[in-house]
DNA sequence: CCTACCGATCGGTAGG
DNA sequence: CCTACCGATCGGTAGG
């Protein structure tokens, strides 16, 4: 986006306080505070106290977006989609921890036409997910039994849940833990014995 | 709990309010208006605001506890607690959404000592979880190369969030869900073609 | 369960 | 970017 350096810093410093605190617990006063300045000079770089908070989940959501809308679109193998669409999800939350917590938790506080905007975003995103593992489902590299909309649920919500955990100081690195998840998501938790074994014996 | 049905109204509603609004946008008058009294006549019933978000959260964590322990302690096979965790888990935020979405939204609201003793509660049914998960890979019935914490961590992901999806209008039962999404954790969203194939030729 | 009221704080504006 | 200020609303109390 096209903003001054100052509202890019108070843009910062209020997905760190709302991402902490809520949004609605942190006040205008408790934001200017932490830059160094009085609540009322605020106003002379934002409209109010929600277009702040539009600014850090529009900005949240035009990364998730752009961080897959070229992976889904491209001409990858659907299972190498379904791997970069992991590590790129895990990307951006690593990577913007903060406005990705606000992004999951204070949208609600958005009224009228820019919580739809936000709600739209959301379902795009999703959209993409879904595409990636029909497409897996389609070109018969995805467990035939799950249902797509399961599936891209199971998905989302593994990787939705991330920044209720990730530290920054953690042992994994983000492709790491991409790595794991995708691996997992898609051998499973089970050990297959039974299916193998079935499947040993119609084959031989 | 020993509560007066007035109070048990009272903390029913305001979960119904907190889940929608969030806690700190739902004020005391809100939440008298819904009850259709005024904001003063709540004090006869509860001690403060705080009071009644922790009673709504303590209950929620009481009812998480209580479902899973009698699993996690049992002697059922590994596999089939790890089933009936998910039932149990799918179950309380179904039957609860209200006090399950303050439960995962809600508690950050919480101060000092209340908020470490919630901490406790969540990080002791987390435990139980990953028990569970260590049971099935002692065992042999979980995927020997899946990491306990990760294994964990994903079963955790896809139960927590239930409640941002679950609609009790739709398609499918609690136990349905639970069942779905336990047999995808397991089997996996993949088809293991290669691994399948490596195994057989080394099998025959 | 009510009316009446409290001090504190809220988001935001005026004017410089 | 500041001081000074606004009306509205906040959680909560007194007293009945």
Do not use: C
């Amino acid at each position: 986006m096209t903003h001054s350096p100052r509202k890019d810093q108070i843009i910062k410093t209020a997905a760190r306080l709302f991402s902490r605190q809520g949004y609605h617990a942190t006040s205008v006063r408790d934001l200017a505070r932490e830059l160094d300045l009085k609540g009322a000079s605020l106003y002379s770089h934002i409209s109010g106290k929600e277009d702040v908070l539009w600014h850090i989940l529009e900005e949240a959501a035009q990364q998730f977006l752009g961080a897959i809308e070229p992976i889904a679109i491209s001409d990858m193998p659907p299972l190498e989609k379904l791997r970069a669409a992991v590590r790129a999800h895990v990307r951006v939350v690593t990577g913007n921890l903060d406005a990705a917590t606000v992004y999951f938790h204070e949208w609600k506080a958005l009224q009228g036409e820019r919580r739809e905007q936000f709600l739209a975003y959301r379902r795009a995103y999703e959209r993409y997910w879904r595409q990636i593992v029909e497409e897996g489902l389609a070109a018969g590299v995805l467990n035939p039994k799950a249902d797509p909309k399961f599936a891209t649920l199971l998905l989302l919500s593994a990787v939705n849940w991330l920044y209720q955990w990730y530290r920054p100081d953690g042992p994994l690195s983000p492709d790491e833990i991409a790595e794991r998840f995708t691996t997992l998501l898609l051998e499973g938790l089970g050990t297959h014995a039974e299916e193998r074994t079935a499947e040993t014996v119609s084959i031989a």
